[in-house]
């Protein structure tokens, strides 16, 4: 079954401190991995997207890094600010298969809170 | 642009109305998506379209639900009669392509008392 699992659900650091989240997936065939960011009361915004082939890709203080073998990916937050306190979502995208058109599968999120 | 444009922001609605969600795409978008968003079972992909054409439904939760995108600027999602359960935030979302970015609209909230 295809599925993805984020950890932490949850996580509270101090502004200025780096954090990483954790993305497992078991999604095949692969097509590639994103990452969200989402506000409260606001729209998914998106901040990287990955195939198969990369490993490690950044966006500003944000570094996603891609383990295809393992099924694993890590969004690393640098300095941390107050603005990156948010839902981040991690979503796996499938290849069309069979009869299937290609699904996206999503993560629920790790909530994170910068404190200052 | 201004991005993906929804309406209404908030609709609170009685059980048994019915409730009809707009989405304008980015000028451009091939394909359009509509979502919903509950705290437990986070984003769910509900149906999309690729040229207007809708090309998967499979993640509509039941016949109370449709969609239609009469031209490339407009979709909606539909749901007739409405259900507490159906309460949530939808998003509808457009990219260019299916495996490129997909930017999101605002969502509306759907409260059904």
């Known amino acids: 079954k295809n599925q993805v699992e984020q950890s932490p659900q949850s996580l509270i650091i101090l502004e200025g401190k780096n954090c990483t989240l954790q993305c497992n997936y078991t999604v095949s065939p692969f097509s590639n991995l994103r990452w969200y960011k989402q506000d409260t009361g606001r729209g998914p915004v998106s901040l990287t997207i990955m195939t198969f082939s990369e490993n490690t890709k950044s966006n500003g203080r944000y570094t996603a890094t891609l383990d295809a073998d393992t099924k694993q990916s890590s969004l690393h937050i640098t300095a941390s600010q107050l603005s990156d306190s948010a839902s981040y979502i991690c979503v796996v995208s499938a290849l069309p298969y069979g009869g299937s058109q290609g699904n996206l599968i999503f993560g629920k999120g790790t909530k994170l809170s910068v404190k200052p | 642009d201004a991005g993906v444009i929804q309406s209404p922001r908030h609709e609170v609605t009685e059980m048994g109305q019915e409730v009809t969600l707009r989405c304008k795409p980015i000028s451009g978008h091939d394909y359009l998506f509509w979502y919903r968003q509950t705290m437990m079972r986070g984003l769910e992909l509900l149906i999309y379209?690729?040229?207007?054409?809708?090309?998967?439904d499979s993640g509509m939760p039941e016949d109370r639900f449709s969609a239609k995108m009469p031209n490339a600027s407009f979709s909606t999602l539909k749901i007739q009669p409405s259900e507490p359960r159906d309460s949530a935030v939808y998003f509808c979302a457009s990219s260019p392509t299916r495996n490129t970015e997909a930017f999101f609209g605002q969502g509306t909230r759907l409260t059904v008392v």
């Open positions: 379209f690729n040229n207007n054409v809708p090309i998967d």
